[in-house]
């Protein structure tokens, strides 16, 4: 019995009361196995230096295959310098470029006696399922980072009142080296996933390619096996850091083995090993988070002489995009229609911001941050501006604006006394009184147009004629000076108690006033 191979279904039940506690005899009696036949496969098991979640992930002809190796083969002394050759390659294997094609090409050139090419990409799928079941070897260096919540949770203790609050826990590890991040943080959602995120970025110092993370809500806001929709800042901020978005795909456990791992080892090394007493502050659970952590890609792996931050500043840290100096700025979105005046407002600060006059009466997307505030219009960016929370004021670009609209823009009371002036000093003291009637000078702006246009139409000598009749009788706007002229008025000479001085006119108010 004991030379015999068994179903994989009972080497199954077999493997999982052993990781379950049970004993060799227990195991025996519970099976109808003998004591031989369940020593042989536990041996083999330990030997192997993996676990049942890993054993779990293997098919039938797998687990077969890793268990009941041939005869010929454990006597075979090419299997011997196989084994040897790829143990020392292993790392090489990790790095971008270098494919299992190379590897052959590089162990046939030192071991030309050896197996020829068919022969060793089998042994060596043989060798990597004994060494690596979760196939950890397909990462390159630089190429992914895998994130993902844990399904525990720490707490942290409220100093005045004694409440415990429970905080979630992130975790990232780069899939090449294997280093690992770690931190507590109040929830899932998508500022506080984004900022995990980053802050592992910083951790790594440097940004992979690629970003896997889990279907979580906060990165993937509908799930679908081809195209996925993803969460619009968490894209915005795999872009702003060179990276691409993986979702893992539903119903394929290898895709987020590597983290899921990763979370097993951190109930261990530092859910485990925190103290007894909870913190007072996420601060503060984090500063032993850390310290653990540190720790724990210090230590050597398994079997290996070498540690996690050992062989990322060996083969991984080389590999990683630089960082920006200036961290990504979370965006919110809000949706608006352009304005007759060609302006949106940003509902959150009540403030108005200027497109070019040609998208009026249009839907826009608002996006904006702490510092900036961008407008699309079918995916299209037509504006770009500086964040102000003063409410109720505009902020506009003049090139926004049409010809007529730009011309209105340049329009103060300089403006007009300049043009005035030009005219006579009897026109300067009407406009001045003009603008000063008003409460605000942008009122009066089109009465002054178009009095001094009349000087264009009646020459100046009839303008200042008007102003002197117009200001005789107190009447400061555009309609006194129309009807002067359209009744001619202005040719008459005025009463002589009629006729005024036209004063300096020192009190108007000017530009800085407004101001």
């Given at each position: 019995?004991?030379?015999?191979?068994?179903?994989?279904?009972?080497?199954?039940?077999?493997?999982?009361?052993?990781?379950?506690?049970?004993?060799?005899?227990?195991?025996?009696?519970?099976?109808?196995?003998?004591?031989?036949?369940?020593?042989?496969?536990?041996?083999?098991?330990?030997?192997?230096?993996?676990?049942?979640?890993?054993?779990?992930?293997?098919?039938?002809?797998?687990?077969?295959?890793?268990?009941?190796?041939?005869?010929?083969?454990?006597?075979?002394?090419?299997?011997?310098?196989?084994?040897?050759?790829?143990?020392?390659?292993?790392?090489?294997?990790?790095?971008?470029?270098?494919?299992?094609?190379?590897?052959?090409?590089?162990?046939?050139?030192?071991?030309?006696?050896?197996?020829?090419?068919?022969?060793?990409?089998?042994?060596?799928?043989?060798?990597?399922?004994?060494?690596?079941?979760?196939?950890?070897?397909?990462?390159?260096?630089?190429?992914?980072?895998?994130?993902?919540?844990?399904?525990?949770?720490?707490?942290?203790?409220?100093?005045?009142?004694?409440?415990?609050?429970?905080?979630?826990?992130?975790?990232?590890?780069?899939?090449?080296?294997?280093?690992?991040?770690?931190?507590?943080?109040?929830?899932?959602?998508?500022?506080?996933?984004?900022?995990?995120?980053e802050n592992a970025l910083h951790y790594f110092g440097g940004a992979p390619n690629a970003i896997v993370p889990d279907n979580l809500k906060s990165a993937v806001t509908r799930s679908n096996r081809y195209e996925p929709k993803l969460n619009e800042n968490f894209e915005a901020f795999a872009d702003y850091y060179g990276m691409v978005v993986l979702p893992?795909?539903?119903?394929?456990?290898?895709?987020?083995?590597?983290?899921?791992?990763?979370?097993?080892?951190?109930?261990?090394?530092?859910?485990?090993?925190?103290?007894?007493?909870?913190?007072?502050?996420?601060?503060?659970?984090?500063?032993?988070?850390?310290?653990?952590?540190?720790?724990?890609?210090?230590?050597?792996?398994?079997?290996?002489?070498?540690?996690?931050?050992?062989?990322?500043?060996?083969?991984?840290?080389?590999?990683?995009?630089?960082?920006?100096?200036?961290?990504?700025?979370?965006?919110?979105?809000?949706?608006?229609?352009?304005?007759?005046?060609?302006?949106?407002?940003?509902?959150?600060?009540?403030?108005?911001?200027?497109?070019?006059?040609?998208?009026?009466?249009?839907?826009?997307?608002?996006?904006?941050?702490?510092?900036?505030?961008?407008?699309?219009?079918?995916?299209?960016?037509?504006?770009?501006?500086?964040?102000?929370?003063?409410?109720?004021?505009?902020?506009?670009?003049?090139?926004?604006?049409?010809?007529?609209?730009?011309?209105?823009?340049?329009?103060?009371?300089?403006?007009?006394?300049?043009?005035?002036?030009?005219?006579?000093?009897?026109?300067?003291?009407?406009?001045?009184?003009?603008?000063?009637?008003?409460?605000?000078?942008?009122?009066?702006?089109?009465?002054?147009?178009?009095?001094?246009?009349?000087?264009?139409?009646?020459?100046?000598?009839?303008?200042?004629?008007?102003?002197?009749?117009?200001?005789?009788?107190?009447?400061?706007?555009?309609?006194?000076?129309?009807?002067?002229?359209?009744?001619?008025?202005?040719?008459?000479?005025?009463?002589?108690?009629?006729?005024?001085?036209?004063?300096?006119?020192?009190?108007?108010?000017?530009?800085?006033?407004?101001?």
């Amino acid at each position: 019995m004991a030379n015999k191979s068994i179903h994989m279904s009972k080497l199954r039940h077999v493997l999982k009361l052993y990781c379950q506690g049970q004993s060799k005899l227990h195991i025996s009696t519970t099976t109808g196995l003998s004591r031989n036949t369940v020593r042989k496969y536990l041996r083999t098991f330990t030997a192997l230096k993996t676990t049942w979640e890993d054993i779990g992930q293997l098919s039938d002809k797998e687990l077969d295959e890793l268990f009941n190796k041939e005869p010929s083969m454990a006597i075979d002394e090419r299997i011997v310098t196989l084994h040897e050759f790829l143990k020392q390659q292993e790392k090489r294997l990790r790095q971008r470029g270098f494919t299992l094609l190379r590897l052959w090409e590089s162990y046939h050139s030192h071991h030309p006696e050896g197996f020829q090419m068919t022969a060793f990409y089998k042994h060596y799928n043989l060798w990597k399922r004994r060494v690596h079941p979760s196939m950890h070897m397909e990462h390159k260096a630089g190429d992914k980072m895998f994130v993902d919540f844990t399904g525990e949770k720490l707490h942290v203790v409220d100093p005045d009142t004694g409440e415990l609050k429970a905080v979630e826990v992130f975790v990232a590890i780069l899939g090449a080296s294997q280093l690992t991040y770690v931190e507590a943080v109040e929830s899932q959602r998508v500022e506080d996933f984004i900022s995990c995120c980053e802050n592992a970025l910083h951790y790594f110092g440097g940004a992979p390619n690629a970003i896997v993370p889990d279907n979580l809500k906060s990165a993937v806001t509908r799930s679908n096996r081809y195209e996925p929709k993803l969460n619009e800042n968490f894209e915005a901020f795999a872009d702003y850091y060179g990276m691409v978005v993986l979702p893992t795909r539903s119903y394929k456990p290898k895709d987020k083995a590597l983290v899921e791992g990763a979370v097993k080892i951190t109930y261990i090394r530092i859910f485990a090993s925190l103290p007894q007493k909870p913190a007072e502050s996420i601060d503060e659970l984090n500063a032993r988070i850390r310290s653990l952590l540190d720790t724990h890609n210090r230590t050597s792996f398994k079997g290996r002489n070498y540690s996690r931050l050992e062989q990322f500043e060996e083969m991984e840290q080389a590999h990683l995009q630089p960082l920006t100096e200036k961290r990504f700025e979370l965006r919110s979105s809000s949706v608006a229609t352009v304005m007759k005046n060609g302006h949106v407002c940003l509902g959150a600060d009540k403030h108005y911001y200027s497109v070019p006059f040609a998208y009026i009466s249009k839907k826009v997307k608002v996006l904006y941050s702490k510092s900036k505030v961008e407008i699309f219009y079918k995916y299209e960016r037509i504006a770009e501006h500086g964040r102000i929370r003063s409410a109720h004021n505009y902020t506009t670009d003049p090139t926004h604006m049409a010809t007529h609209h730009q011309v209105l823009a340049e329009w103060n009371p300089d403006f007009f006394l300049t043009q005035a002036r030009s005219i006579g000093k009897e026109v300067e003291y009407f406009i001045a009184q003009v603008l000063n009637k008003k409460p605000h000078p942008e009122q009066a702006y089109k009465s002054c147009q178009g009095i001094l246009s009349f000087a264009k139409r009646v020459g100046h000598q009839r303008l200042i004629k008007a102003c002197q009749r117009a200001h005789a009788y107190g009447l400061y706007h555009f309609r006194a000076i129309e009807d002067i002229l359209h009744r001619g008025l202005d040719v008459y000479d005025l009463e002589e108690d009629k006729q005024l001085p036209m004063p300096r006119h020192n009190n108007i108010r000017g530009t800085n006033y407004y101001q």
